[in-house]
Structures are given as structure tokens and as C-alpha cells.
């Protein structure tokens, strides 16, 4: 080392190697990674030529880069109870198919029948639910079927549909029971109060009756399922989509009062999961054997597939959710409709009278035309889940969306998202007529239940609980035209998005309601 400068002459050399070496391995890493993206361009263009692929219109980013534009639009939008409006507008701004972006991924948003019909049941296999829902929902739900894909969700849903049949969905008989507790819970006539509060608990009773042989019995018991409760369960799913918008970068939202809601809501499940655990639990059976009055539980169905605690909570976690949130939101939403139509009302309770005050069987229940003809209709209008998506697992084609009039099909590369507002699809007007924003349910006299219209998705992975859930509603719906002349709104806004777990009236249903003095008692079914 020279006494001037402090520098050693001989370690120059190593340094500067090092240096060269570092330069060389980056050079060469960049160099590899334009290879490999120059390859797997050539491949799509080659791909889109051969298939007339052409791309969809793009949304106009502020921010080019990552989008965090739109991702801060939407999260106001959320926020102002706008969200899934801004979907439709969005749509209707740059037409049914268009790309934009998710904080630096592309993404294909699309409401084409033709698109859905293959990106749910002719190519879904094509198709996984993805990184993005997996990572929000984690917390939550697991590794239940919601989260699951390929053999995994094949072996979660093969089961589910065997406890569902098992169990035999209709469970009229338990229907009545939490009705009767409905009925009896409702204040007294010409009362001012809000039913959507009287419609959770409802919701809440009957899926833990069903799900666990358990109700929590909130509707004679408020405290079992308190407003704080609720809360909480509302704020841990909101919170999951909020940590999907964020995707990767889902880490930056506060977690720590989500995770004492996943631990409320966790603690709530896993009572039910320790006590059937705990007893013992006879064989499985054919249906064909049990008697009539003997109860089977849909947890010891599960159960004797798996004794798994954290996998029977996880499914357990969500069939909850599932089940109480979908059909509350729906007849939340139903009966703020008939609160503000008399006219509906009016026409449900002249047909439900054919029943001459009897309670309806399953038979007699689906063949209320004009009462299911209002349930499908609130779902067109108010779908409880009014968006979804998948990620592809392999270079694959949509049919339609490219190009300038948007007829062409459209390549989706490996690994980007396509996404569907059902709220979008249900409001086209151009497939619904001009009144597509209107409650009219003599519609479905002459609609067909087409790609154009699904609040439960479609094809190998729709709603596996989907007819327990309709009849839950139909049922309650006919016993509530049975027992109350009027319902009269005494709210003077119309019906606003409420972002909770399922889209439902955010200012929920307030009423005052008015017995009917001539119903007499019902005496068992026709």
C-alpha cells in the first residue's frame, strides 16, 4: 500500500473482474429473458393468426405502467357504494369485451354470453380460479373447494354433492320450523323497523340447522348473532376483496383487525367441528334407507370423509358463508322490491292463496310461477354475487370480443385474468330490452335461462348448494304472503349497492308491516 493514496495496485485486477463478472451474468440474464419473450410472442402471434384472434378495445390509463389508476377509481367507487355501477358504465364505454390493468398485469374483462359459456363449462379446464382469489381468501377459507382447482376441487366438489344428497336439500320441515320463529319474531303491525336485520338472523339459523343439526337460534335469541357479529363477518369478506384488487400487494392493507374477524368467525365454526368430532357417527347409508323422521346431519356427512379439524373448518367456513349470505342478501333484496311495489306483493299473495293456506310442498312450491318468476328476476337485477373471474392455465382462445366491432376472437396468453361482472351482464340492454334496469318479472314468461343470465355461474362449477338455497327463499316467501297483507316501505331512497359479503340493499329493508287478520291458522301441507 503507497503511503500517498492508501491503495493496494495489486487487488485493482480482482475488483475489476468481479465487476466484469456481475456485468457479464446480467448481460446474459437480460439477454435469456428477451429471448424467452420474443419466443413466447411469436408463439401468440402465430396462434392469434391462425385462430383470427384480433385484440379488444383497451382502457384509457392515466397510468400506463400499472393501472393504479383505475385500481384507486375503483376503490372510491367502492366506497361511494358505486362499484359494480362503475363495471356496467365501464362496459358500456368500451363495449362488452376490453382489456385493462391490475396493477401491471393485463387482464380481459368480458359479459359475452359466448365468451362465459366457454370460460365456464365447454373450456373450463382451461381456466383456474388463480393466484389473486387464492392469496385474498386464504385467511379465511383455506384450502376449501372455493380455493381449489384441477383433481383437489374434483374431490372436494364429489363429496359436497354426495353430503348434499344425502341430506336431502327440500328440508321443508326445517324451513317451516325457523319460519314459524320468523313470524313470531316480527314486531307488531304498523311498526316501523328494518326486516333485513330479521332476514339475517333467518338466513343465519338455517344454515347452521342445516349445515351443523344446530341452529344458533338468533331470531329468539338476538345475542347469539348479534349486530357486532354480523359486522364482523361482513368486514372479514369485504376485506378479502379488497385484498384482491391488491393482489400481490395485499401485505400493505392493515391486517390486524382482519385477522381478529378471522379468528371470530373461525372460533364460531370450529365449536360445531369439535363436537361432531366428538361423537360418534354411524356408517354412511343409501337415502333409500332412512326413515322418514330420522335427521341426517350434513357435518357427520363430511365428516366421514375427512377428520381433518382445520379441512372440515375450512369447508364448513365457507358453506357458511355460502349459505347464509346468498339467500339473506337475495331476500333482503326481494323484499325491499315488494316494500316498494305493492302491486308485486299483491299479485305473490293472489297466487300463493291457491294454496288455501296449506303449506306448500316441493312439488306445489316450484309450480308458483309467478313467485319464482320474482326470485329470478331479483337475481338478474341484484345478483348476490355479481362478479367473478379465472386465470389461464394455457394459451387459449375467447370467441368473441376482438377486433373493431368486436366479433373477432380474442387470444388469452397463459396466466392473465379474465374477468366477469355478472351485475354488467344482467343490466345489457341490448339482451334484456330497455327496461333492463326495471323489476319486471313477467319477463321470464317469455326469457329462456341462457348464458346471458347467471347469478350462479354455470357449468361444473356452479353453486353446489344452489337448490337448498332457492327453495330456502321460496319457501320463506310464500309463509311470509301467507301471514302479511301489507308491506309497506317507509324508506324514501331507492335501493343503493351495499358492499357486504353478498350485494344486497345497503340501507337494508324498512318497513311497516300489517298481518293478515283472515290467514288462520295453517294446518300442514296440501
Known sequence: MTAETGFTPTGFPFALERTHSWVWAVGAGAVVIFVLYLTQRIAHGRLAYAHGCQAPARYAHRDPFLGLDSLRDSMQ?????????????????????FMSLLLGSWMVNTIEPKNLEVLFSTKFTDYEVGFRRRNAFAPLFGNSIFQSDGARWQKL???????FSRVQTSQLDLLERHCQRLLTALPADNQNFDLALFLHRFAADVSTDFLFGESINSLEN???????????????????????????????WPQRTFMKNVRL?????????????????????????????????????????????????????????????????????LFFVFSKRPDVWNRVRSEVQSLGGKLPDLQQLKGLRYVQDCIRECLRLYPPQPSNSRVAVRDTILP????????????????????LSVYALHHRKDLW??????????????????????????????????????????????RMAQNFKTITSVDPDEWVEGSSIALESKNGVKVAMCRDCQRGETSGRV
Not at 224 to 235: E, I, P, Q, T, Y
Open 77 to 97: 367507487a367502492r366506497k361511494s357504494d358505486k362499484y359494480f355501477r362503475r363495471e356496467q358504465q365501464l362496459h358500456q364505454v368500451y363495449g362488452n369485451t
Open 265 to 333: 368467525t373461525h372460533r364460531f365454526i370450529q365449536r360445531y367441528v369439535d363436537a361432531a368430532l366428538q361423537r360418534e357417527v354411524a356408517p354412511p347409508a343409501k337415502v333409500s334407507d332412512q326413515p322418514n323422521e330420522q335427521r341426517i346431519l350434513f357435518i357427520d356427512q363430511l365428516r366421514q370423509r375427512t377428520q381433518d379439524p382445520t379441512a372440515l373448518r375450512d369447508e364448513l367456513t365457507t358453506l357458511y358463508f355460502a349459505g347464509t349470505d346468498a339467500p339473506a342478501a337475495l331476500l333482503i333484496n
Open 400 to 419: 368473441v370480443g376482438g377486433g373493431l366491432d368486436g366479433s373477432s376472437p380474442v387470444l388469452v396468453p397463459k396466466g392473465m385474468m379474465v374477468h
Open 157 to 163: 366438489r364429489s363429496q359436497l354433492q354426495l353430503c
Open 433 to 478: 330490452g330497455e327496461d333492463a334496469d326495471e323489476f319486471h318479472p313477467e319477463r321470464w314468461s317469455y326469457e329462456k335461462q341462457t348464458w346471458k343470465y347467471i347469478p350462479f355461474l354455470g357449468g361444473p362449477r356452479n353453486c353446489v348448494g344452489m337448490d337448498f338455497g332457492l327453495n330456502e327463499v321460496a319457501y320463506a316467501v310464500v
Open 222 to 252: 338476538p345475542r347469539n348473532l348479534d349486530s357486532g357479529a354480523l359486522k364482523a363477518f361482513a368486514d372479514t369478506h369485504s376485506t378479502c376483496e379488497l385484498r384482491w384488487l391488491l393482489g400481490s400487494m395485499s401485505w400493505i
